[in-house]
């Protein structure tokens, strides 16, 4: 099946830093959607992106469609506490069905210690 | 906000007890999709469901799995004979009609097979 590679697996930041996080396939996307999942919590949709080249905003968090439309990240500018969780890319791939949203595993923001 | 909501939270059954799970959707969606999430793991697509019928499924939503929209606000996941591995959280999305892209997921029950 299609598959969604996200990197990085896990990182620590420190409040006021800004945090880059990517999700690639071989595979051409159509949807890139980016969620963020807190313990115990369903995924929370953060941004949505439709067309290659696309560059969207949501507060401190930008998002991009990437040109091959093979890949989207996702950038967090002068994190806060509240930004720890884990952040998922998904994705509605050219050729797939509708609906059928495929996740990549995820990027685990922790505070440093 | 409309929210999607999901009834239990958590959920503990014995192997090869029938569980269902329910899901009120937000009010104006009209997809609704089902996913699970092995305890530490990825997200995964069980099944979509869209004007009364199912629209896609995946190969982890075999017979023993069945999803009914009982009324016109409850959306329920079946699981007739639950297994070990049947144990994971199970979302619920819905999405709007014109965004359909956009799904919006419940909490989740934490369903536990003993």
């Known amino acids: 099946g299609q598959q969604l590679n996200q990197s990085p697996q896990s990182m620590f930041i420190q409040e006021g830093e800004d945090v880059s996080m990517n999700c690639t396939s071989s595979?051409?996307?159509?949807?890139w959607l980016w969620y963020k999942q807190d313990p115990g919590e369903g995924p929370v949709l953060l941004i949505a992106?439709?067309?290659?080249?696309e560059l969207t905003s949501n507060g401190r968090l930008t998002a991009q469609f990437g040109i091959t439309r093979k890949d989207s990240f996702l950038n967090i500018s002068a994190s806060i506490p509240s930004d720890v969780g884990i952040y998922f890319c998904a994705g509605l791939y050219k050729g797939g069905s509708q609906g059928n949203l495929i996740f990549g595993k995820g990027t685990k923001l922790s505070v440093k210690p | 906000e409309p929210e999607v909501t999901q009834t239990p939270s958590h959920q503990v059954t014995q192997m090869g007890q029938e569980v269902i799970l329910r899901c009120v959707p937000i009010s104006n969606h009209l997809y609704f999709y089902w996913y699970r999430q092995i305890l530490g793991q990825k997200v995964e697509f069980l099944v979509s469901f869209y004007n009364n019928e199912i629209s896609e499924k995946s190969e982890i939503f075999d017979d023993q799995f069945s999803v009914e929209r009982p009324d016109g606000s409850n959306f329920t996941l079946k699981i007739r004979s639950t297994k070990l591995e049947d144990s994971a959280m199970y979302f619920c999305?819905?999405?709007?009609?014109?965004?359909?892209?956009?799904?919006?997921f419940g909490p989740g029950t934490r369903l536990t097979v003993l």
């Open positions: 992106l439709y067309k290659a080249g």
């Open positions: 999305a819905s999405s709007h009609r014109v965004r359909y892209n956009e799904q919006f």
């Open positions: 595979s051409i996307f159509n949807t």
